[in-house]
């Protein structure tokens, strides 16, 4: 069964000036998926995130929150969403708890319940009471995340949200996300130029470059076929002459050979290899990564 | 709309701004006594007598001997004959002009600073009031709230006019309760002369009236807090359109210190009445002093300043709820 659409983006524009900064996007968000915005800097995405959530005015085009759009119905849109922007950049002089109590007061029913709640959701209960001024960045970026969560909303938006965590901090992220999507059952747009990140942590992929959407589609889907085969040989030229006339082959600088997997084709490569009297070093199942169908799909725009 | 403004107020007062500000009313008040102490000494020591019918009558004499000098310009001469006037007529009605007592410093503090120094400390609660949330990025998470834009602006706003006032009765109480120590706390029912008009002809008397200082001194609070006001409302809408505090602040530092060196030298250019900065010393007109242009008198003042303030409310608002924010 479809699940529910909790935010629908149709035909988004942005004119800057003269210059088009976002060219007609239109994508959905499903309740309790982890949607991945993924482009290289400067592609749109936080352009895109700022309209999403009403900072920015689109120049046409309709955004949906829970089917209430954001331009019409400003205040009934952005109770059932929360963000964090860039990054979450509260009131150093404030202690944590104030920073929630702050937000918390701009809601409408929500109270010290919830404020514990959100607080110890994030774990950052025994230090709420301290100025924002002296926590790290990871604690930052977890009271950001509890501010977006003080209003229970549906969809959840987070504007690059491994920013300058360190690898555990980033893992934690990760697994705090999913939990929010598949358990609370948010829908979660996350936005990076990370590809190993995206593909960790979502479901289902936007590729966006120079303001268009080029494919919208699930992580297996994205990824599937393009397993490839690393080939280590010895004579090398000999080697490559025989796989040359079995498959399309493509020879990387470390003299080591890359063709696509094929669960059936692969064993019998080898063989002929080995009837040929090559000896093969190395034969090395490649997991496909994002970053190159996003070379492939961009034509090598730049990404870090 | 009361939890927005106690929001606003919670992050003032962490700030701190409000007790740096007190800090610095209460040092230049402590000056600003012994100042006048030591000059009320000076004077006894001159004549010999603390009577101040003695003290006003030298004064008048003082007066009359620089207005003998041909070397004084015309403005100043003019000023000089209406002060003349004055205080001939203060003595003329046996009123001494400068009752001693706290309520009389109070009077003569609020009267020398309701052009630079009070709207100064406005300024630094006014001119970061928006712009802070813009340095901070804080404003991004102010924004994607459920709560309209003009909705946030207005809540700033009035928390700024609460801070204004509260500044302006911290002004009040410091400087009774400091001066008081040295020139004593009574003084309330004194009497002050006002409603002299000047004229082209020279002071026109006919409708001084006598009022007791206390009655004087609320009057003199109002024009100061309408001042404030106006001032703090020009800070705000700085604040709104330059994200940097620091450039806001140069901007209305510079065009109130510009008033007050305008004011001394624009008497021939007589368009200069429209702007805000000349028309800031509102308690001047209570007194009876010369204006800096011809024309310009109470009323005039007070409405060139609310249409500035209009104007500026106005554009805060408009700014605030269309921008794009990056």
């Given at each position: 069964m479809?699940?529910?659409?909790?935010?629908?983006v149709?035909?988004?524009?942005?004119?800057?000036?003269?210059?088009?900064?976002?060219?007609?996007l239109?994508?959905?968000?499903?309740?309790?998926?982890?949607?991945g915005?993924?482009?290289?800097?400067g592609?749109?995405?936080?352009?895109?995130?700022?309209m999403?959530?009403g900072?920015?005015?689109?120049?046409?085009?309709?955004?949906q929150?829970?089917?209430n759009?954001?331009?019409?119905?400003?205040?009934?849109?952005?109770?059932?969403?929360?963000?964090?922007?860039?990054?979450?950049?509260l009131?150093?002089?404030?202690?944590?708890?104030?920073?929630?109590?702050?937000?918390?007061r701009?809601?409408?029913d929500?109270?010290?319940e919830?404020i514990?709640?959100?607080t110890?959701?994030?774990?950052?209960?025994?230090?709420?009471?301290?100025?924002?001024?002296?926590?790290?960045?990871?604690?930052?970026?977890?009271?950001?995340?509890?501010?977006?969560?003080l209003?229970?909303?549906k969809?959840?938006?987070?504007?690059?949200?491994?920013?300058g965590?360190?690898?555990?901090?980033?893992?934690e992220?990760?697994?705090?996300?999913r939990?929010?999507?598949?358990?609370?059952?948010l829908?979660?747009?996350?936005s990076?130029?990370?590809?190993?990140?995206?593909?960790?942590?979502?479901?289902?992929v936007?590729?966006?470059?120079?303001?268009?959407?080029?494919r919208?589609?699930?992580?297996?889907?994205?990824l599937?076929?393009?397993?490839?085969v690393?080939?280590?040989?010895?004579?090398?030229?000999?080697?490559?002459?025989v796989?040359?006339?079995?498959?399309?082959?493509?020879?990387?600088?470390?003299?080591t050979?890359?063709?696509?997997?094929?669960?059936?084709?692969?064993?019998?490569?080898?063989?002929r290899?080995?009837?040929?009297?090559?000896s093969v070093?190395?034969?090395?199942?490649k997991?496909?990564?994002?970053?190159?169908?996003?070379l492939?799909l961009?034509?090598?725009?730049?990404?870090e | 709309?009361n939890k927005?403004?106690q929001?606003?107020?919670?992050?003032?007062?962490?700030k701190?701004?409000?007790?740096?500000?007190?800090?610095?009313?209460g040092?230049?008040?402590?000056?600003?006594?012994?100042?006048?102490?030591?000059?009320?000494?000076?004077?006894?020591?001159?004549?010999?007598t603390?009577?101040?019918?003695?003290?006003l009558?030298q004064?008048?004499?003082?007066?009359?001997?620089?207005?003998?000098?041909?070397?004084?310009?015309?403005?100043?001469?003019k000023?000089?004959?209406?002060?003349?006037?004055?205080?001939?007529?203060?003595?003329?009605?046996?009123?001494?002009?400068?009752?001693?007592g706290?309520?009389?410093?109070?009077?003569?503090?609020?009267?020398?600073?309701?052009?630079?120094?009070?709207?100064?400390?406005?300024?630094?609660?006014a001119?970061?009031?928006?712009?802070?949330e813009?340095s901070?990025?804080?404003?991004?998470?102010?924004?994607?709230?459920?709560?309209?834009?003009?909705?946030?602006?207005?809540?700033?706003?009035?928390?700024?006019?609460l801070a204004?006032?509260?500044?302006?009765?911290?002004?009040?109480?410091?400087?009774y309760a400091i001066?008081?120590?040295?020139?004593?706390?009574?003084g309330?029912?004194?009497?002050?002369?006002?409603?002299?008009?000047?004229?082209?002809?020279?002071?026109?008397?006919?409708?001084?009236?006598?009022?007791?200082?206390?009655?004087?001194?609320?009057?003199?609070?109002?024009?100061v807090?309408?001042?404030?006001i106006?001032v703090?409302t020009?800070?705000?809408m700085?604040?709104?359109l330059?994200r940097s505090?620091?450039?806001g602040?140069?901007?209305?530092?510079?065009a109130l210190?510009?008033?007050?060196i305008?004011?001394?030298?624009?008497?021939?250019?007589?368009?200069?009445?429209?702007?805000?900065?000349?028309?800031?010393?509102?308690?001047?007109?209570m007194?009876?002093?010369?204006?800096?242009?011809?024309?310009?008198?109470?009323?005039?003042?007070?409405?060139?300043?609310?249409?500035?303030w209009?104007?500026?409310?106005?554009?805060?608002?408009?700014?605030?709820?269309k921008k794009?924010?990056?």
């Amino acid at each position: 069964m479809e699940k529910k659409i909790t935010l629908s983006v149709k035909n988004l524009k942005k004119v800057i000036g003269r210059r088009e900064i976002i060219k007609n996007l239109t994508f959905d968000l499903r309740e309790g998926e982890v949607f991945g915005f993924l482009g290289p800097n400067g592609a749109g995405k936080t352009t895109t995130i700022r309209m999403l959530v009403g900072l920015i005015k689109p120049t046409s085009g309709s955004i949906q929150i829970c089917g209430n759009n954001i331009e019409d119905h400003f205040q009934e849109a952005m109770t059932s969403l929360g963000c964090i922007v860039e990054n979450p950049e509260l009131y150093p002089y404030l202690s944590g708890y104030n920073n929630l109590l702050h937000f918390a007061r701009m809601l409408d029913d929500v109270g010290d319940e919830r404020i514990r709640e959100v607080t110890e959701l994030v774990g950052l209960t025994e230090r709420i009471h301290d100025k924002v001024k002296t926590y790290s960045l990871g604690m930052r970026q977890r009271l950001g995340i509890a501010q977006a969560l003080l209003g229970k909303p549906k969809v959840l938006i987070l504007d690059e949200p491994t920013n300058g965590l360190d690898p555990a901090g980033i893992r934690e992220m990760r697994q705090f996300i999913r939990f929010l999507a598949e358990e609370e059952g948010l829908s979660v747009l996350v936005s990076s130029h990370l590809l190993s990140e995206i593909q960790l942590l979502c479901d289902r992929v936007a590729i966006i470059s120079k303001g268009v959407i080029i494919r919208v589609d699930t992580v297996q889907q994205l990824l599937e076929n393009r397993e490839r085969v690393v080939w280590h040989i010895d004579p090398f030229e000999k080697g490559k002459q025989v796989l040359s006339s079995l498959t399309s082959i493509e020879e990387k600088d470390d003299r080591t050979i890359l063709t696509d997997f094929d669960e059936k084709k692969t064993p019998e490569w080898n063989k002929r290899l080995v009837e040929a009297g090559v000896s093969v070093i190395e034969i090395n199942r490649k997991m496909p990564v994002l970053e190159d169908l996003f070379l492939e799909l961009t034509g090598g725009d730049t990404i870090e | 709309m009361n939890k927005l403004i106690q929001n606003e107020m919670m992050k003032l007062i962490a700030k701190k701004r409000l007790i740096v500000i007190a800090i610095i009313i209460g040092i230049l008040v402590m000056l600003f006594t012994y100042a006048q102490y030591k000059q009320v000494q000076t004077q006894r020591e001159k004549l010999g007598t603390s009577d101040w019918r003695t003290i006003l009558q030298q004064q008048i004499v003082d007066t009359t001997n620089r207005l003998s000098s041909s070397r004084i310009s015309d403005e100043w001469k003019k000023q000089l004959q209406i002060s003349l006037q004055q205080q001939q007529y203060y003595l003329d009605h046996d009123i001494n002009p400068a009752e001693p007592g706290a309520p009389t410093f109070m009077r003569i503090f609020l009267e020398s600073s309701i052009d630079l120094f009070i709207p100064l400390m406005v300024m630094v609660i006014a001119s970061d009031l928006v712009s802070s949330e813009h340095s901070l990025g804080s404003i991004k998470l102010l924004l994607t709230r459920p709560v309209k834009r003009w909705k946030v602006l207005l809540s700033k706003y009035i928390t700024l006019c609460l801070a204004v006032s509260l500044v302006i009765a911290i002004a009040g109480i410091l400087s009774y309760a400091i001066s008081g120590v040295v020139f004593g706390y009574k003084g309330w029912g004194a009497p002050i002369l006002t409603g002299f008009n000047v004229t082209d002809t020279g002071l026109n008397t006919s409708e001084v009236k006598l009022l007791s200082l206390w009655k004087f001194l609320l009057m003199d609070f109002g024009l100061v807090w309408f001042v404030s006001i106006v001032v703090g409302t020009l800070s705000f809408m700085l604040s709104v359109l330059i994200r940097s505090t620091a450039a806001g602040m140069g901007v209305m530092l510079a065009a109130l210190i510009s008033g007050a060196i305008l004011s001394n030298m624009v008497s021939s250019w007589e368009s200069a009445k429209y702007f805000f900065m000349v028309n800031l010393r509102l308690t001047d007109y209570m007194k009876g002093t010369a204006p800096p242009i011809e024309g310009m008198n109470l009323s005039f003042s007070m409405m060139v300043l609310f249409v500035w303030w209009a104007a500026a409310l106005l554009v805060s608002f408009i700014v605030f709820t269309k921008k794009d924010v990056y």
